[in-house]
């Protein structure tokens, strides 16, 4: 047994433990610890009552992180998960209920569960069983090796020759919300589109973004009429049946001359090398289109049509309730503040973002909206900066 596996143990048996985090690594590790040491119960940040029942086939009770506060103030919470900024906002969570005692799974603590699992639970009979299933598991990362390398390969080419591109200027991401036709193009600025929006009259892309296909987006067949670097996003990370639904035809891509790119799992932590990585999703082809924009290396970066809300498209087609994308942009502020501390990002005509980055308003878009003080104006000489 490791030492971090007997210091577990013994903070468990001391104060009583409670489990927060119910995601991959609590389904395997809330069973193991109620078997080796015993558990109070179960939580995570989305039960909010007394009584939610049990977990899985422990019998644990599962309740709400301030119901287990008031019965058991003094126990230790257990992060049963991995990820450390998911650590980071359960625990969070927990004190602000009030408790006190902490203790993270590493990844190094689950691998020896693992191994004190695995090694406990085979009898001898089932080991030709194991040593078949091993060169399964080897060949499994084998892919992944594979797939790494196919990310590199794939992203030095497509990305490579941007890097800094466009160092101390100002860029413009141009999303298809209904606020981009307040808007009117500063010529000279570089401007990156995303899906229909390069057939808004009027405006001009330099770089444009796609990654969901859709029988019902017919705006791909007509791709080929326009001269702009176009890049085409690979669901790689996703499920294969995802992957599969949503994936841009290779004939499209190869008409368009387009340069691929691979999307990470969605809400995982975003990567500072394109190149060897692959780019951000938080739900929407803007973040990788933002992810991109980085890499260039400019001084500011204006989000125009990024609204973030249930009012559909710029020309009038309806769409889903796209607030939920407010917390990926809230990540990605995050991200920028650590890694890019010289680039502002400025949202224009903001509706879903409004107060997250810095807001202007443009002359047309106020005048539409009289109930909205006249604050920062948009000056087209403030694009040319």
């Not at 203790?103 to 020896?112: Q, S």
């Not at 809300?309 to 990605?332: F, R």
Request: glycine share 8%; charged share 20%; hydrophobic share 40%.
């Amino acid at each position: 047994m490791t030492a971090e596996l007997q210091a577990l143990f013994s903070a468990c048996s001391t104060a009583g433990a409670i489990a927060c985090g119910t995601g991959k690594v609590g389904r395997f590790v809330i069973p193991y610890l109620a078997q080796k040491v015993g558990l109070l119960g179960v939580t995570n940040s989305r039960i909010a009552g007394d009584d939610a029942g049990t977990f899985l086939n422990t019998g644990l009770p599962l309740r709400s992180v301030g119901t287990w506060h008031a019965r058991q103030p003094d126990a230790v919470i257990v992060i049963t998960t991995t990820n450390h900024r998911f650590q980071d906002e359960l625990i969070g969570l927990c004190k602000e209920h009030g408790f006190q005692k902490f203790f993270r799974i590493t990844e190094d603590l689950e691998n020896a569960m693992l191994t004190d699992r695995f090694s406990a639970c085979l009898p001898p009979e089932k080991l030709a069983f194991a040593e078949r299933l091993l060169p399964r598991i080897e060949a499994y990362c084998q892919e992944w090796m594979c797939y790494a390398n196919e990310i590199r390969d794939t992203h030095q080419k497509s990305f490579a020759e941007f890097r800094g591109r466009h160092r101390g200027q100002s860029i413009v991401i141009v999303g298809a919300g209904p606020s981009v036709n307040a808007y009117s193009q500063i010529v000279g600025i570089p401007h990156i589109g995303v899906n229909s929006v390069f057939l808004k009259d009027g405006l001009t892309l330099d770089y444009y973004f796609a990654q969901d296909y859709s029988e019902r987006s017919p705006w791909y067949q007509q791709l080929k009429d326009y001269p702009f670097e176009k890049f085409f996003g690979i669901l790689g990370c996703h499920s294969r049946e995802i992957s599969d639904m949503y994936r841009i035809p290779e004939s499209i891509i190869e008409e368009n001359q387009g340069r691929r790119y691979f999307l990470q799992e969605p809400w995982e932590s975003v990567h500072f090398d394109i190149e060897h990585h692959a780019l951000m999703d938080y739900g929407s082809v803007a973040f990788a289109a933002f992810h991109f924009a980085l890499y260039t290396m400019p001084r500011r970066i204006f989000l125009v049509g990024c609204d973030c809300s249930n009012a559909g498209h710029y020309d009038g087609v309806s769409g889903g309730d796209l607030q939920y994308m407010v917390n990926g942009w809230q990540k990605v502020k995050s991200f920028v503040t650590r890694y890019y501390p010289g680039v502002e990002v400025v949202s224009v005509n903001p509706v879903g973002l409004k107060g997250l980055f810095r807001d202007v308003y443009t002359e047309p878009y106020l005048d539409a909206h009289p109930e909205i003080n006249r604050p920062a104006v948009l000056r087209p000489e403030e694009l040319q900066e």
